[in-house]
């Protein structure tokens, strides 16, 4: 079966990216072209990616990268395995054992459900008229209390969403800081929730953290 394919000028280019040794296939690292496409590898290593016959294609993992290779020197009949000179002991161990932020979004909408489902409640009259609930009204003070209330655990729901996707382990992995230049960045580049939103996927989104640490770095003057 054939790894790499060419289609129309475009070449199909998959593979493992693996730990010094070998034998550990590397997660979060980026695998960039001469042309600004990119991918991310996942949990085992593996990538794969379409890139121009006349492209080139790199891998970087916290500062460490590989030289380039011409698209067109790739073998296309096995995949294209890449090791980068890390130590396993040196690879961060990610391992999630807390409570995941869905399950905790859905926990503090149950908690506040009144607050988050609130809405002033207009009726009908009787008789057919228009008419406002009396209630509602003599307790217009209340209603915008909930509403600021409402406005506010919103954005507490959304500073906690940013914290659990810039988080101290993926931004440390990914750009190679340590505390406390690591906890320094963090306050300095931390995305907002709009920010966020507007990654088109995960690799433009670690390229953010990347390149702003470049930045940090030598506003800082913080070596490698």
């Known amino acids: 079966m054939l790894l790499g394919t060419a289609t129309y000028g475009q070449v199909h280019i998959q593979g493992t990216v693996y730990e010094r040794t070998g034998r550990l296939g590397m997660e979060g690292v980026s695998v960039r072209s001469n042309s600004g496409a990119g991918t991310v590898t996942d949990s085992s290593g593996h990538y794969s990616i379409r890139l121009p016959y006349g492209d080139s294609i790199s891998f970087s993992y916290q500062g460490k990268s590989t030289q380039k290779f011409a698209i067109r020197e790739i073998p296309w009949n096995h995949a294209f395995d890449m090791k980068i000179h890390v130590d396993v002991q040196m690879l961060p161990l990610v391992e999630v054992k807390e409570k ?17 489902d ?31 209330f409402q406005r506010r655990l919103e954005e507490y729901e959304q500073e906690k969403y940013v914290t659990h996707r810039f988080s101290k382990t993926l931004v440390a992995k990914i750009t190679g800081l340590k505390s406390p230049e690591l906890e320094s960045y963090m306050i300095e580049y931390r995305p907002n929730f709009q920010m966020l939103m507007s990654f088109e996927n995960e690799y433009d989104y670690y390229r953010y953290i990347l390149e702003t640490s470049r930045y940090y770095r030598e506003d800082h003057g913080v070596r490698r």
């Open 118 to 148: 609130f809405s002033p409640e207009y009726i009908t009259s009787g008789n057919g008229g228009a008419g406002v609930n009396l209630d509602a009204l003599l307790s217009l003070r209340k209603i915008k209390r909930m509403q600021v």
């Open 100 to 116: 995941s932020y869905h399950l905790d979004s859905i926990e503090t909408r149950n908690e506040y459900h009144k607050i988050f």
